[in-house]
């Protein structure tokens, strides 16, 4: 099965600059990689996803990119704010139903 | 998006009786719905997938004697945590399956067992 890698585990920023978090995945099958944002005590919500036809993807603040051939993929975050202090999980599949989860990265904004 | 609801959100039981928690889609059918344990601070780990009319197939070292799933209708799953103990103890959350690429999850539910 798909085995999904997650780096860093936490991840401590100032206010207003960039995070970067990185994703390795095993199944060269898999061709959808959403990233969620967990909040505390409440349910992971999708904020920004990419499939394998596209190298990266940009939502404002929040970018995606994708290797293929390394198999990795990362989320990254410019001019962070406190509010984007949370959980972040990446996640993929092969087939857009079965989804299988990173171990996460606590994100904390320092003011 | 879509809805997904849980309930109860929070449910304390004593070691050795049973817990229902339910799924519910709000406003689309879902044929799949899923089933994960989030232990604190770890990632999600997706303990089985919940098909309607059919049985649910259950991930390698989950009990499914222990984790009961019935799908009986196309809006509602239930997970059934059997004789809990509190290694069960945990926050499971639930997905529906609303179309390719398009999964929702609930707000999840916080099991403690005394």
């Known amino acids: 099965g798909e085995n999904v890698e997650q780096h860093p585990s936490t991840l401590s920023v100032q206010e207003g600059d960039s995070a970067v978090i990185k994703c390795t995945y095993s199944d060269s099958a898999s061709n959808y990689f959403p990233w969620y944002k967990q909040e505390l005590g409440k349910r992971p919500q999708l904020i920004i996803d990419i499939r394998s036809n596209v190298g990266e993807k940009k939502d404002q603040r929040i970018a995606v990119t994708l290797n293929k051939t390394a198999k990795h993929f990362s989320l990254h975050i410019t001019e962070t704010q406190p509010e984007d202090s949370a959980v972040y999980f990446c996640?993929?599949?092969?087939?857009?139903?079965?989804?299988?989860f990173g171990t996460g990265t606590s994100l904390t904004v320092i003011p | 998006g879509a809805v997904v609801s849980q309930h109860p959100s929070r449910v304390i039981c004593k070691s050795g009786t049973s817990v229902k928690i339910e799924c519910r889609s709000l406003?689309?059918?879902?044929?799949?719905m899923f089933w994960y344990r989030q232990f604190p601070k770890k990632s999600l780990m997706l303990m089985a997938t919940s098909n309607e009319g059919s049985k649910a197939t259950y991930e390698q070292g989950v009990e499914k004697d222990k984790f009961l799933i019935n799908h009986a209708s196309l809006t509602l799953s239930t997970l059934t945590v059997t004789s809990a103990h509190p290694e069960d103890s945990s926050f499971y959350i639930c997905?529906?399956?609303?179309?390719?690429?398009?999964?929702?999850f609930g707000p999840g539910t916080r099991l403690t067992v005394t």
């Open positions: 996640a993929a599949s092969s087939d857009g139903n079965q989804f299988y």
């Open positions: 997905s529906a399956y609303k179309g390719i690429y398009e999964q929702y």
């Open positions: 406003d689309f059918q879902a044929t799949t």
